[in-house]
C-alpha cells in the first residue's frame, strides 16, 4: 500500500493516468510564452502562468489518451504534410529562427503538431461530425433576429497590411518583424507593397509582417460600417474605388487628434454590402446563420465532452501540491 503513494519523481509536475507530465515540457511552454513579455514577473505571477500552463497541459494529455484508445493518433504522414504547409512561406533558415526564437527543436515542433493534429481529429469525429443544423433551425433564428439583417448603412469587408515606425515592446506577425522608425515603415510597406504587385498572397504577407492585431487572421478586419470608414477620408476614398479582390496603394495612418502619420497601411477590399434588410433567401445570410449556429452548438457539446473525459481520468497535479505546501 506504500508504494501507491510513493512521491513523484523530482522531474515530474503531473500525472494523467499514470503518465508523467515533466516539468521540462512545462518549463518550455512557460518560456515561449513570456518570451515577449519585456518585464520579468514576479514569483507569484511565474506560478499562476505555470498552473494554467499546466492546467492545458492535463487537458491536452487526457484529449491524447482519448484519441489513442479510439485509433486516431495523427500519423507521420499527416505530420509531415502540415509540416510542409506550415514551412512554405519560409525559407529554411527563416523557419530555423522561428525555432530559436521559441526555443524549440524541429523534434519538439513535430511533436506538438502531431498532439494538434490528433485532436483536430479526434473533435472532428467527436464533436464536429454530430453537429447538423437544420432548416427549420436557420428559419427560426432569422425570425427572431431579422433585425439583425437589416443594414441602416452600406459596410465594407476589409483586410489590412500595417506598419508602424513607433516603439513596441512586440510584435504579432509570424515573422516577428517590426520597422525600427518611420523611414524603415516607409520602406517596409512599400517592399510589402511590390510583393503583392507581383502576385504574393495578401493574407500570407499579412501573417508575417502586419503589426496589428489582425496579423494573426491574415489582416482580416471583419466588416467595417461606412461612417465609421468615412472618419478616414483618405482611406474612404481609396477603398470606395475598389472591387472586391483589389487591394489600395499605400496610405498612411494619423492620429486623428493630432493628425501625426503613425503608420502606413494597405487595405483590400473583400466585399461591399448595400444598406437594406437581407432576406432569408440569401445565401450569405443563411450561411451565416448556419456557421453561428454550428460553432454554438459545437463550443457547447465540446465543453460538455471536456468534462466528461476530465471526470473518467484520475489525475494528479504535483505541481499545485508544492505551491499548496
Sequence with gaps: ???????????????????????????????????????????????????????????????QQRAAKLNLAASDEDV??????????????????????????IDDFKRDLRRSLTTTKLLNKEIESKVNITDAEINSYFTAHKADYNLI??????????????????????????????????????????RLESGEDFSTLAMQFSEDNTAANGGDMGFVLESQLRTDPEAYNAISK???????????????????????????????????????????????????LRDGHAQLLKNAYFEKLHDEAKVHNYLADEILK
Design 153 to 194: 448603412e452600406p459596410r465594407y469587408g476589409l483586410a489590412r497590411i500595417m506598419v508602424t515606425g513607433a516603439p513596441s515592446p512586440q510584435t504579432s506577425n509570424l515573422q516577428n518583424n517590426k520597422a525600427s522608425g518611420d523611414a524603415d515603415a516607409k520602406k517596409k510597406i512599400q517592399t510589402l507593397r511590390n
Design 242 to 292: 475598389l472591387k472586391p479582390g483589389q487591394y489600395t496603394d499605400v496610405l498612411s495612418i494619423a492620429d486623428p487628434s493630432s493628425r501625426r502619420i503613425m503608420g502606413y497601411a494597405i487595405y483590400k477590399l473583400i466585399s461591399r454590402e448595400p444598406a437594406g434588410q437581407r432576406d432569408l433567401n440569401d445565401p450569405r445570410v443563411q450561411q451565416s446563420i448556419r456557421q453561428g
Design 1 to 63: 500500500m506504500a508504494g501507491c503513494h510513493r512521491p513523484p519523481a523530482p522531474d515530474v509536475v503531473a500525472t494523467v493516468n499514470g503518465k508523467d507530465i515533466l516539468r521540462a515540457d512545462l518549463e518550455r511552454y512557460y518560456k515561449a510564452s513570456i518570451a515577449d513579455n519585456p518585464q520579468q514577473p514576479s514569483a507569484d505571477q511565474e506560478n499562476i502562468v505555470r498552473l494554467n500552463i499546466l492546467k492545458q497541459m492535463i487537458e491536452d494529455e487526457i484529449l
Design 80 to 105: 509531415n504534410a502540415k509540416l510542409t504547409e506550415i514551412k512554405a512561406p519560409y525559407t529554411q533558415e527563416e523557419f530555423n529562427k522561428q525555432l530559436q526564437q521559441r526555443n524549440m527543436t
